[in-house]
């Protein structure tokens, strides 16, 4: 069962450059969420999408934007990368509000130079 | 947005119970969650309360105090496999899932 998969593991990008983290789930799940985690600050979200065609904005959105174009799909963009984008990145989903439990990705992790 | 606090690290020796306690302050609240999560990879769900008390589940259990915003995670027969970070989240009025930074647990043989 793949559940989330994302892409790329890792990767190293020039700060400036731009760049797209993938999502993909494979549960029909509604709902879908990226968060950041960085060293004692714990998960923090960036972007979520309650269902597809739909997006809204987490606690640390500048810089990041999403689309939700299907079901399955739930990419994260990066225009201009800059050095403190540098984390590792978790891809997430849920059947829905009236479902708690959030499915994670094995996260990205970015480090812009 | 969210006030979540929790210790940042436990230490305790294997066969030993440990609780590790989560406060919080939210805008709206639909459920408190447990997750844990090994270095290096994806938190894992483990428990999750709505309404007041205890949910037992095996070695896991986790109780909830709305009106005192409060909740802890128990952990009892302490194995070396159990040596993780323990993150409380939070579901606010709009189902957005806050986390706290994670309790770090060491369990020492």
């Known amino acids: 069962t793949a559940g989330i998969t994302q892409a790329p593991t890792s990767q190293i990008l020039a700060a400036g450059r731009s760049m797209t983290l993938r999502c993909t789930q494979d549960m029909r799940h509604n709902a879908m969420y990226w968060y950041r985690q960085d060293l004692g600050l714990g998960l923090r979200l960036i972007h979520y999408s309650n269902t597809a065609g739909t997006t809204g904005k987490g606690e640390v959105p500048d810089g990041y934007s999403v689309s939700r174009a299907n079901t399955d799909d739930f990419p994260l963009t990066l225009a201009s990368a800059v050095p403190s984008q540098t984390s590792v990145y978790f891809c997430a989903s849920s059947g829905g509000p009236d479902t708690g439990e959030l499915f994670f990705g094995e996260g990205s992790r970015l480090t812009v130079l | 947005g969210q006030n979540i606090d929790q210790p940042t690290e436990m230490t305790a020796t294997e066969g030993a119970i440990v609780q590790i306690n989560c406060t919080y302050q939210t805008s709206g609240f639909n459920g408190l969650f447990w997750y844990q999560q090994h270095a290096g990879e994806a938190p894992t769900f483990l428990s999750y309360?709505?309404?007041?008390g205890l949910e037992e589940k095996g070695r896991f259990s986790s109780f909830l105090s709305r009106s005192k915003g409060y909740s802890y995670l128990l952990l009892k027969e302490l194995q070396m496999k159990d040596s993780a970070s323990y993150l409380c989240?939070?579901?606010?009025?709009?189902?957005?899932?806050?986390f706290g930074a994670g309790t770090t647990v060491t369990v020492r043989a």
């Open positions: 309360n709505v309404l007041d």
């Open positions: 989240a939070v579901r606010d009025g709009d189902y957005k899932l806050s």
